[in-house]
């Protein structure tokens, strides 16, 4: 296990100094990445499994662009849409689509923090490269966009990674054409294949506009919530992947990747073998868990004087499910930071209770509940958990 001396470091990031202390709100997010729904992620992006697109089942069976991704891209833009943000679909070129969404800060939301990873593949499947970081952007947005941050949170799916970080490169440019205040962007590019189970997770940096600073921030956040992955910093990092557009303009960028120069790199890699089953599991929880909760701890958890968070200073509940949307059946997860009673109904768009899914004292910790969908109409459904210190809602949609 990993210690740590001291849990004050200083990072100055910009003009901006941030004292990196131990938060219990990001440890509630790391906490809160979930392996079985990271799983569910990663199998459906690379078509093991099928997913509803438009109210239609559908496998995605590769994320070719020039073979036509356009079921990987809809989907990407219904599961941001799921969660309450207004996707942007880009076509920046003919068969180039890039998909984003932006969460706005309260007190800063013309500054950004920026999670990404690359959609597109080369072949059927491609689970690590790059289900898994799509997967793992995906796990951000059904966590964080249950509560508030002072600055934006920007979730960026790229397009035409692979003939050229094309996506990417438009973005940035524009970006910068703009001028937009992005302070720091998460690359996620092939963060499930560990076969040695090293958990070796290399950080890649250039000296481009505090990303020195950056990396140093992921280190010190693996350090102070112990997070079971081994951070190496590569200086000078790789430009293969998408976060060397963004240095390009002179933005603060890392790219997280299993061991490229470490000689543990996936040798499925581009090939139709590329598949959830040759991936590490836990290697990939504990990467997706440490970009996570990164990416909460910059963008300022919006807090009291205690430090936690409102979304966990009226009611120690945090309600969720996954698949969502969905048809048939789902998982409800809810998580207790206190044994409480509980009642958790699921409720109708007109505020009729359509079942009682919990009704008493429950048990510190994360719960999991199956309930089945088959017999009711399509539409908008909220999960309602009530506790003593007060309640939570979340959306459903059924399809």
């Not at 992006?45 to 995605?60: L, M, W």
């Not at 703009?178 to 997770?201: P, R, T």
Request: negative net charge; glycine residues 8%.
């Amino acid at each position: 296990m990993k210690r740590l001396s001291t849990f004050l470091i200083i990072l100055f990031f910009g003009l901006q100094s941030f004292s990196q202390e131990y938060n219990p709100v990001v440890s509630n997010v790391i906490n809160s990445v979930d392996l079985d729904s990271l799983t569910m992620w990663l199998r459906n992006i690379s078509g093991e499994d099928p997913v509803i697109i438009n109210g239609v089942e559908e496998t995605i069976d590769h994320r070719v662009d020039s073979w036509g991704n356009d079921l990987a891209m809809e989907y990407i833009a219904d599961v941001l849409e799921s969660y309450g943000l207004e996707p942007t679909i880009d076509n920046y070129n003919a068969n180039g689509k890039n998909v984003y969404a932006t969460q706005l800060g309260t007190t800063y939301p013309d500054q950004y923090y920026m999670i990404c990873a690359h959609y597109d593949a080369v072949d059927y499947y491609c689970a690590d490269d790059n289900g898994s970081g799509t997967a793992a952007v995906f796990e951000a947005v059904r966590i964080l966009t249950q509560m508030s941050f002072e600055y934006s949170i920007i979730y960026a799916l790229w397009d035409q990674e692979e003939i050229g970080l094309v996506g990417s490169g438009n973005y940035a440019q524009n970006a910068s054409n703009m001028g937009m205040d992005i302070l720091g962007v998460i690359n996620m590019d092939m963060i499930a294949y560990d076969s040695d189970n090293d958990m070796v997770a290399e950080i890649h940096r250039n000296s481009a506009s505090n990303t020195v600073e950056l990396s140093n921030y992921l280190v010190a956040i693996d350090e102070i919530y112990e997070i079971p992955v081994v951070p190496e910093v590569q200086y000078p990092g790789a430009t293969a992947s998408d976060h060397s557009r963004f240095w390009n303009f002179g933005y603060a960028a890392v790219l997280m990747i299993e061991e490229y120069f470490g000689g543990n790199f996936n040798p499925y890699y581009h090939t139709e073998n590329d598949r959830i089953d040759i991936c590490n599991l836990d290697y990939f929880h504990g990467m997706s868990q440490l970009a996570i909760g990164t990416l909460s701890s910059l963008a300022s958890p919006v807090s009291f004087g205690t430090g936690v968070n409102e979304q966990f200073a009226g009611s120690p509940l945090i309600l969720g499910n996954y698949p969502n949307p969905f048809s048939g059946q789902t998982t409800v997860t809810y998580e207790l930071t206190n044994s409480s009673d509980l009642n958790l109904q699921l409720v109708n768009s007109q505020g009729s209770t359509v079942q009682t899914l919990v009704n008493g004292l429950q048990n510190a910790g994360k719960h999991h509940y199956e309930i089945n969908v088959n017999e009711l109409p399509k539409g908008i459904y909220f999960l309602v958990g009530t506790t003593q210190r007060g309640s939570q809602t979340h959306k459903l949609v059924v399809q």
